[in-house]
């Protein structure tokens, strides 16, 4: 069964390689948009990816789409978070304790909290967002947005090779 599953992922991933990556690039920028990304997990896609890359079926260039798209979306949160604040608004929905709260996290750990959100799944959609809104400066920022950006891909893909392998070697060892 698992065997089969991963031939059809691998057939479809060699069939439709050339666009895989500017794909998976789109996906990445989606998810990366506040609101938007909430139903556009990329991560399982890269996992999958990264177990099609394993068995030679993708090339390595799908992790730059991957990371221009997380770091071009990451970019456009953070712009609609200052926009935003410059306007005086508070993000929509936010209590004010979760604002305060998100303040005090950017002031604290500041771009670190970018580097880290980008491997937690949901965050990784906010956190740019009120990034933006909270007033972490510019600079700091596309910093760590762009070590996240350029770590986070390759972690996934890679964590994907290692699970097509350890999957491999345990169909080929029965």
């Known amino acids: 069964m698992t065997s089969d599953l991963l031939d059809r992922g691998?057939?479809?991933?060699?069939?439709?390689?050339p666009w895989i990556?500017?794909?998976?690039?789109?996906?990445?920028?989606?998810?990366?948009?506040?609101?938007v990304g909430l139903f556009v997990p990329v991560t399982p896609f890269l996992i999958l990816a990264g177990a099609?890359?394993?068995?030679?079926?993708?090339?390595?260039g799908t992790a730059a789409w991957v990371s221009a798209g997380a770091f071009l979306g990451n970019a456009l949160s953070y712009q609609l978070g200052r926009g935003l604040r410059a306007r005086?608004?508070?993000?929509?929905?936010?209590?004010?304790?979760a604002r305060v709260a998100a303040e005090r996290l950017f002031a604290?750990?500041?771009a670190?909290?970018?580097v880290i959100a980008r491997f937690l799944g949901p965050p990784a959609t906010v956190a740019p967002f009120l990034a933006g809104w909270s007033g972490l400066p510019r600079g700091r920022f596309m910093i760590a947005s762009l070590l996240a950006s350029l770590a986070w891909?390759?972690?996934m893909?890679?964590?994907?090779?290692?699970?097509?392998?350890?999957?491999?070697?345990?169909?080929?060892?029965?």
């Open 10 to 17: 691998l057939a479809m991933a060699q069939a439709g390689s």
């Open 21 to 35: 990556g500017p794909a998976l690039g789109g996906a990445a920028f989606a998810e990366a948009v506040v609101v």
């Open 52 to 60: 099609a890359m394993g068995a030679g079926a993708l090339d390595h």
């Open 88 to 97: 005086g608004a508070p993000p929509v929905r936010l209590p004010a304790r």
């Open 108 to 110: 604290r750990h500041g």
């Open 112 to 114: 670190a909290a970018i």
């Open 153 to 155: 891909p390759p972690l």
């Open 157 to 174: 893909i890679g964590a994907g090779a290692l699970v097509a392998q350890a999957l491999s070697f345990g169909l080929a060892s029965r």
